[in-house]
């Protein structure tokens, strides 16, 4: 179970080529019931895909089932997928893994991660998060659920140190700052998309990039609008190189 679509795509991907390349794996069925089924679904597993034609699923449930927490309320909700579910009971449903369980506590999600930990007391439970702290509490209750014994597994090794400070410079400044003192890439985070956007054009101000960069740049992106699936939103009726070079913004759906 994750918390977006996104998520379980990348992992998706990466359990298709993992069954494919690993020898023991032979055989394992994994299946994707996270977003619209795909226009060209696949039927079984390939080293490029895992199933996600939806009646394939239904009709012989895959051995690995990836989702998100909404698409997991409507499966279990919905008639037409009660077929997934058929052969699954509290004692055949072996395991669930919960990645991103920080979102326990989330007042939307969090039921996705909580309903079956009391619902299903004899299934082996794999919890992932990377940001969560002192982890007794939930470790007890889990014990409590459940009469497991529960086993923590942590790190104290980041591999990317954590560190933070705080800037009276404007954001500009400090991006610029961040930039000469090669501590790209970097992150900024907006509270909606509008504000991202205009954000966004802003920072087209900064000189991030020398004059030859921008050239190589431009040479790479001629093909952009046949090669990748790239959404444009200016307002301004021009082909994708010419508003990337124009505005400096790159707008992606996904």
């Known amino acids: 179970v994750y918390p977006m679509n996104a998520l379980a795509t990348d992992q998706a991907r990466r359990i298709a080529a993992a069954i494919s390349e690993i020898g023991s794996l032979?055989?394992?069925?994994?299946?994707?019931?996270?977003?619209?089924?795909?226009?060209?679904?696949a039927y079984e597993v390939t080293a490029d895909s895992v199933i996600t034609h939806r009646e394939s699923m239904r009709k012989n449930p895959p051995d690995i089932l990836l989702t998100n927490y909404k698409m997991l309320d409507f499966l279990l909700l919905r008639r037409e997928d009660h077929e997934l579910w058929a052969s699954n009971t509290a004692d055949t449903l072996k395991y669930v893994v919960l990645d991103e369980f920080h979102y326990y506590g989330d007042r939307d999600r969090g039921v996705a991660w909580q309903v079956?930990?009391?619902s299903l007391p004899r299934t082996l439970f794999l919890m992932m998060s990377a940001t969560l702290g002192n982890t007794a509490a939930i470790e007890e209750r889990l014990h409590a659920y459940t009469g497991r014994e529960v086993a923590h597994i942590y790190s104290d090794e980041?591999?990317?140190?954590?560190?933070?400070?705080?800037?009276?410079?404007?954001?500009?400044?400090?991006i610029q700052e961040l930039h000469e003192g090669g501590r790209a890439?970097?992150?900024?985070?907006?509270f909606t998309q509008r504000a991202c956007a205009e954000l966004a054009q802003g920072l087209t101000s900064l000189s991030l990039c020398?004059?030859?960069e921008k050239r190589h740049l431009a040479g790479l992106l001629g093909d952009l609008r046949h090669s990748?699936?790239?959404?444009f939103q200016t307002g301004v009726d021009l082909c994708p190189v010419r508003q990337i070079r124009i505005t400096g913004i790159l707008e992606c759906d996904g």
Not at 34 to 40: G, L, R, V
Not at 185 to 190: D, T, W
Request: glycine letters at 10%; aromatic letters at 8%; hydrophobic letters at 30%.
């Open 158 to 174: 980041r591999p990317v140190p954590l560190d933070f400070s705080y800037r009276e410079t404007s954001l500009h400044e400090t």
């Open 26 to 41: 032979d055989g394992v069925r994994a299946g994707i019931y996270a977003d619209a089924e795909p226009q060209n679904p």
């Open 228 to 231: 990748c699936g790239v959404h």
């Open 116 to 118: 079956p930990l009391i």
């Open 210 to 212: 020398g004059r030859e």
């Open 185 to 190: 890439p970097i992150y900024v985070v907006g």
